[in-house]
């Protein structure tokens, strides 16, 4: 009897710690199931704030060490009770303080009339000459400008300020100060001058994506009438080959732009600079609703490079290129540009690129275009080495390009102009 008790106590004793470390488990198991919810919520939301802060636009910083104004991402604008956009006055109140007037001089000096040579004209006026005879003139002209450093640094349009003998700054808040040259860039259209003034707002650069239908504000002087904003939107992007600068890589927009306008802000809705104003097509003068922008990103480039070396350093073939003949026009566009001439002892031809080449890669990218290959060339470092694809009678053949510092070409900018003053 004892023994078989015995082991029936005992395996009753078994199934209850069995029954018992079971129950545990399930505690445990509906503990986890309790809690667990919660640390994953608490995972996402702090992996969504941190991949919210990274999407934050960073502070640029500019080639001499200073930070650049952070990109605005919230849009200022004023909206109806049904959610409609009525007005953009908060991203203007933010941008134009931003936004100067360019007033420069400079001397021209008169021909010389014949009756000055005239003895008996001389011996009539004696020492008096007529103010009208032989006399300087200053010449005004007007335009616009973009603080974009708090420390006087403001970018505007080349042709603003081109041999100017003066250069004269407005400020919205009504002060007005001397400018100085700092470096300008001829074959882009973009010049910066510094003003010696404190307490100055600034634009940030809008260095994030455009799309086209996004709506913009342009903001100048036009005509010398003050002030002025008007709006549209982004009609395009990347426009190029239009024989304005030599490098182009515009954004097309149907704001107003007008004389005086040049130099000035094309901004978003949220008061960031997308681009300087530089040009129109237009045959009265006026705007016709195409205008064109320097994009704020080579406007960056541009200042930073000048406020590094002084000028713009780009890279150089040595080229000139012109599209590819299309036979059929029902055909696919071809990729691609023709080499129309090699200058001789420069760098395509002591690689030995030749007239008639087609050149469709360079450190394999894809060349679609006369500009795209230009722009892509001038970011390469002189001296740098570059493998360039061509296509001659129909066969491969791989060159090996050392790349040139450019000389200013472009000293005479031919954009499309917006009339004096």
């Known amino acids: 009897m004892f023994p078989a008790v015995f082991h029936f106590t005992m395996a009753h004793k078994l199934l209850s710690h069995q029954r018992i470390k079971i129950l545990l488990e399930e505690i445990n198991v509906r503990r986890t199931f309790t809690w667990l919810p919660w640390v994953l919520l608490i995972l996402v939301t702090l992996g969504f704030l941190a991949w919210q802060q990274y999407q934050q636009p960073k502070a640029p910083v500019a080639a001499d060490g200073v930070k650049m104004p952070v990109e605005k991402v919230e849009p200022l604008v004023s909206t109806t009770r049904t959610g409609g956009v009525d007005s953009y006055n908060a991203a203007v109140k933010v941008a134009a303080p931003a936004v100067v007037n360019i007033f420069t001089t400079q001397k021209v000096k008169q021909t010389e009339h014949p009756l000055l040579n005239d003895p008996a004209f001389r011996e009539f006026f004696g020492d008096q000459v007529p103010d009208q005879f032989g006399q300087e003139q200053n010449e005004n002209s007007l335009g616009s400008g973009v603080i974009v450093r708090s420390d006087g640094y403001i970018l505007t349009n080349n042709h603003v300020i081109a041999q100017a003998d003066q250069i004269v700054v407005g400020l919205n808040d009504g002060r007005r100060a001397v400018a100085k040259i700092i470096g300008t860039d001829p074959d882009t259209d973009l010049a910066v001058i510094k003003i010696e003034l404190d307490k100055l707002p600034v634009l940030p650069f809008k260095l994030s994506g455009n799309e086209v239908g996004d709506v913009v504000l342009a903001i100048g002087n036009p005509f010398g009438v003050g002030q002025t904003v008007t709006q549209g939107i982004i009609s395009a992007t990347n426009r190029s080959d239009l024989g304005i600068n030599t490098y182009e890589d515009f954004i097309q927009t149907d704001a107003a732009i007008n004389p005086g306008n040049s130099g000035g802000a094309l901004i978003d809705v949220a008061g960031n600079l997308i681009g300087v104003n530089t040009a129109i097509f237009s045959q009265s003068g006026g705007s016709l609703g195409i205008g064109f ?95 360039v694809e061509v296509v001659r009678d129909e066969k491969p053949l791989s060159l090996n390009v050392v790349v040139a510092e450019r000389k200013a070409q472009n000293s005479n900018s031919q954009y499309i102009p917006l009339p004096q003053q």
């Open 293 to 387: 922008a320097i994009p704020a990103k080579v406007c960056q480039q541009i200042l930073n490079s000048i406020l590094k070396d002084g000028r713009v350093v780009r890279g150089w073939l040595g080229i000139s290129l012109m599209p590819v003949q299309q036979e059929n026009i029902l055909e696919p566009k071809q990729a691609g540009v023709v080499v129309a001439d090699v200058l001789p002892q420069g760098p395509a031809a002591k690689a030995g690129i030749q007239k008639g080449d087609k050149i469709i890669q360079v450190n394999g990218e894809p060349i679609n275009s006369a500009s795209h290959l230009i722009n892509y060339v001038a970011l390469q470092a002189p001296n740098s080495t570059i493998k």
